[in-house]
């Protein structure tokens, strides 16, 4: 066998960036990448009657960070929802036991993903302050690549720099705060309102002034827009927007997508548009309360199909026993409110706060299983599936380990009406959902676009991840479904993206029959920007730590270069 040369030969190839839909051929790779050919003594794996796809890149999940390890400490019962594993392949020494479900270890994390065939999982909430510990699981999570979004919308430079209409000056300090905590982009969580939550209130809407910093909820998306823009980053603004959970909230989602019309992008990495909507079902309900919440996923879809410089996340209900946690503060109190589990609460100094409560998604309870519907409706009323992404905003709505279980409702009408009928309510939710008479099957093209092609574009990563391109890393899924004859039962799609038939990740293969066979080699991505020194940005930054504003010296703010051992460093140079 050559030296790091491999032949995927004879499998059904799925590929959005070359649009290859199905066609039998060959993947070849060597030295990690993808190529045209390599040489006749390479490595052949058979792959005939099997679909390929590149390796899956997750836009959205909460894995790993402060928040999560206080979810795992708030939850010890979680453990027991899935038990303490180990296979029999990971008898060797060097893996390690595996335990918890909505809220899974480390190491779990990286082998399930692994095991689903995904390469890339973007960490969706870093608290500055406290970035430290998120790459510290970043870098006890074995196998797939990370990068986190630090998150900015409550923080209290960007609203005091924002308040006075000083962009640049966010800009430079977006810049800074990036390579302190080698982050990826910028994270907006509820703007304003957790801010607010220190105060004991919250901002609904766009027009809430934000007690202390007399700023509003939209003037802080559309400062940070134009900040992320004058910078140019890989990835747009990433928003969780105002008023998430709450009957009737659609309104204020389109008020909040509207800010992004006429904006353009100067970035360099491929995106084509300025902001990101994140878990839209937790932003698409309709009624005045409770007794008349409804699904207003076609509303919503009707605008983000025309409105072309928006991508979005789906946030799927999966019907299972999970554990909410999020940046959105108040909302994590009103959720406790409404189901008295066990709640959890942290306030992160100038930066941000976070909540944590159990919650069980019953199918029998209305609320809920309109839920579901409403998550599944927004993929099939989506014209665009590259500006669609799969996501449970892991473990919120879910956990990411039913992305097998989304992907079989998407594809199966069927499936879709079999979880309906063990509903109690389901006339109810027909009377108050789409999804009924929704006859659209997705395709497994439009599957790869979703959890492939699509986010790795909007992420500014097309040219590495997502895609079978010569160049491109050898990340590369192979999943026991013949493209030329589907199974009619949907069953088999999702057990056939719960456990790849094998898994390779820059060449090695990781996974064999469903199950890990190698740690391989993972990465940490992050940004790095270049730019002229801000000195008012560097004056105010150094007075916040100095004067004692914040609590810890600034020498001990930065993530130190070991966290990030292997790191994939993304450079934006931005001129004066």
Same mark, same amino acid.
């Given at each position: 066998m050559a030296s790091g040369e491999l032949i995927i030969r004879g499998g059904f190839i799925i590929d959005p960036t070359r649009k290859i839909d199905g066609d039998a051929g060959d993947v070849a790779i060597k030295d990690g990448k993808?190529?045209?050919?390599? /040489? /006749? /003594? #390479?490595?052949?794996? &058979?792959?005939?009657?099997? @679909?390929v796809m590149a390796g899956g890149v997750d836009v959205h999940s909460h894995v790993a960070g402060p928040k999560v390890n206080a979810g795992r400490l708030l939850r010890p019962e979680d453990k027991l929802l899935s038990g303490f594993c180990r296979s029999a392949m990971a008898q060797k020494n060097g893996y390690r036991m595996e335990s918890g479900f909505s809220i899974p270890s480390v190491f779990? !994390?990286?082998?399930?993903?692994a095991r689903m065939g995904y390469t890339f999982v973007m960490e969706a909430a870093m608290p500055p302050l406290l970035a430290p510990h998120v790459h510290e699981e970043i870098h006890d999570t074995p196998i797939i690549d990370e990068a986190a979004l630090p998150v900015f919308g409550n923080n209290w430079f960007v609203m005091e720099y924002l308040k006075n209409g000083e962009v640049e000056n966010t800009a430079a300090y977006i810049a800074w705060l990036l390579g302190q905590t080698k982050g990826y982009g910028v994270k907006v969580v509820n703007p304003g309102g957790t801010a607010a939550w220190a105060w004991g209130l919250n901002c609904l809407n766009l027009t809430d002034h934000v007690p202390f910093f007399e700023i509003t909820p939209g003037e802080i998306i559309k400062g940070l827009m134009e900040a992320n823009e004058y910078l140019g980053l890989p990835h747009s603004i990433h928003v969780h927007q105002n008023n998430l959970g709450n009957p009737g909230n659609y309104p204020d989602t389109i008020e909040s997508l509207k800010i992004a019309e006429g904006v353009k992008t100067k970035n360099k990495f491929g995106r084509e548009q300025v902001l990101h909507s994140t878990h839209l079902q937790f932003h698409s309900y309709g009624g005045d309360g409770w007794g008349t919440f409804c699904s207003k996923a076609k509303e919503v879809m009707d605008y983000v199909n025309k409105q072309k410089n928006i991508t979005i996340d789906l946030g799927c209900v999966t019907l299972d026993e999970t554990t909410t946690m999020t940046a959105d503060g108040p909302f994590e109190h009103h959720l406790h409110g409404l189901n008295h589990l066990k709640w959890t609460n942290v306030d992160v100094e100038l930066e941000t706060a976070a909540g944590i409560v159990p919650y069980i998604y019953n199918k029998d309870v209305l609320p809920n299983a309109i839920q579901w519907a409403t998550g599944l409706e927004l993929a099939l009323f989506a014209k665009d599936m590259n500006r669609t992404f799969l996501t449970t905003d892991h473990p919120n709505a879910g956990p990411f380990t039913r992305y097998p279980r989304v992907i079989k409702w998407l594809m199966s009408k069927k499936a879709r009406e079999a979880t309906l009928a063990t509903m109690k309510n389901s006339d109810k939710v027909v009377n108050a959902t789409y999804i009924h008479g929704v006859d659209r099957e997705l395709t497994l093209f439009e599957i790869a676009q979703m959890t492939r092609s699509g986010p790795a574009k909007c992420l500014g990563l097309g040219n590495t991840y997502g895609g079978l391109a010569p160049g491109m890393n050898g990340d590369v899924g192979i999943f026991d479904l013949n493209f030329k004859n589907m199974p009619s039962d949907a069953e088999k799609i999702e057990t #056939?993206?719960?456990? #790849?038939?094998?898994?390779?990740? *820059?060449?090695e293969v990781i996974v064999? &029959?469903?199950? @890990?066979? /190698?740690?391989?080699?993972?990465? !940490? @991505?992050?940004?790095? $920007? *270049?730019? +002229?020194? *801000?000195p008012q940005v560097t004056r105010d930054v150094s007075q916040a730590f100095h004067k004692g504003t914040y609590t810890v010296q600034l020498e001990n703010y930065a993530?130190? &270069? %070991?966290?990030? +051992?292997? +790191? %994939?460093?993304?450079?934006?140079? $931005?001129? #004066?």
């Amino acid at each position: 066998m050559a030296s790091g040369e491999l032949i995927i030969r004879g499998g059904f190839i799925i590929d959005p960036t070359r649009k290859i839909d199905g066609d039998a051929g060959d993947v070849a790779i060597k030295d990690g990448k993808i190529v045209d050919k390599v /040489s /006749s /003594s #390479a490595k052949v794996i &058979d792959a005939k009657g099997k @679909v390929v796809m590149a390796g899956g890149v997750d836009v959205h999940s909460h894995v790993a960070g402060p928040k999560v390890n206080a979810g795992r400490l708030l939850r010890p019962e979680d453990k027991l929802l899935s038990g303490f594993c180990r296979s029999a392949m990971a008898q060797k020494n060097g893996y390690r036991m595996e335990s918890g479900f909505s809220i899974p270890s480390v190491f779990k !994390t990286g082998y399930d993903y692994a095991r689903m065939g995904y390469t890339f999982v973007m960490e969706a909430a870093m608290p500055p302050l406290l970035a430290p510990h998120v790459h510290e699981e970043i870098h006890d999570t074995p196998i797939i690549d990370e990068a986190a979004l630090p998150v900015f919308g409550n923080n209290w430079f960007v609203m005091e720099y924002l308040k006075n209409g000083e962009v640049e000056n966010t800009a430079a300090y977006i810049a800074w705060l990036l390579g302190q905590t080698k982050g990826y982009g910028v994270k907006v969580v509820n703007p304003g309102g957790t801010a607010a939550w220190a105060w004991g209130l919250n901002c609904l809407n766009l027009t809430d002034h934000v007690p202390f910093f007399e700023i509003t909820p939209g003037e802080i998306i559309k400062g940070l827009m134009e900040a992320n823009e004058y910078l140019g980053l890989p990835h747009s603004i990433h928003v969780h927007q105002n008023n998430l959970g709450n009957p009737g909230n659609y309104p204020d989602t389109i008020e909040s997508l509207k800010i992004a019309e006429g904006v353009k992008t100067k970035n360099k990495f491929g995106r084509e548009q300025v902001l990101h909507s994140t878990h839209l079902q937790f932003h698409s309900y309709g009624g005045d309360g409770w007794g008349t919440f409804c699904s207003k996923a076609k509303e919503v879809m009707d605008y983000v199909n025309k409105q072309k410089n928006i991508t979005i996340d789906l946030g799927c209900v999966t019907l299972d026993e999970t554990t909410t946690m999020t940046a959105d503060g108040p909302f994590e109190h009103h959720l406790h409110g409404l189901n008295h589990l066990k709640w959890t609460n942290v306030d992160v100094e100038l930066e941000t706060a976070a909540g944590i409560v159990p919650y069980i998604y019953n199918k029998d309870v209305l609320p809920n299983a309109i839920q579901w519907a409403t998550g599944l409706e927004l993929a099939l009323f989506a014209k665009d599936m590259n500006r669609t992404f799969l996501t449970t905003d892991h473990p919120n709505a879910g956990p990411f380990t039913r992305y097998p279980r989304v992907i079989k409702w998407l594809m199966s009408k069927k499936a879709r009406e079999a979880t309906l009928a063990t509903m109690k309510n389901s006339d109810k939710v027909v009377n108050a959902t789409y999804i009924h008479g929704v006859d659209r099957e997705l395709t497994l093209f439009e599957i790869a676009q979703m959890t492939r092609s699509g986010p790795a574009k909007c992420l500014g990563l097309g040219n590495t991840y997502g895609g079978l391109a010569p160049g491109m890393n050898g990340d590369v899924g192979i999943f026991d479904l013949n493209f030329k004859n589907m199974p009619s039962d949907a069953e088999k799609i999702e057990t #056939a993206f719960q456990r #790849a038939a094998y898994f390779i990740k *820059n060449g090695e293969v990781i996974v064999k &029959d469903g199950e @890990v066979v /190698s740690h391989g080699h993972k990465k !940490t @991505v992050w940004v790095k $920007v *270049n730019m +002229p020194e *801000n000195p008012q940005v560097t004056r105010d930054v150094s007075q916040a730590f100095h004067k004692g504003t914040y609590t810890v010296q600034l020498e001990n703010y930065a993530v130190k &270069d %070991y966290l990030a +051992p292997h +790191p %994939y460093v993304i450079n934006v140079d $931005v001129e #004066a």
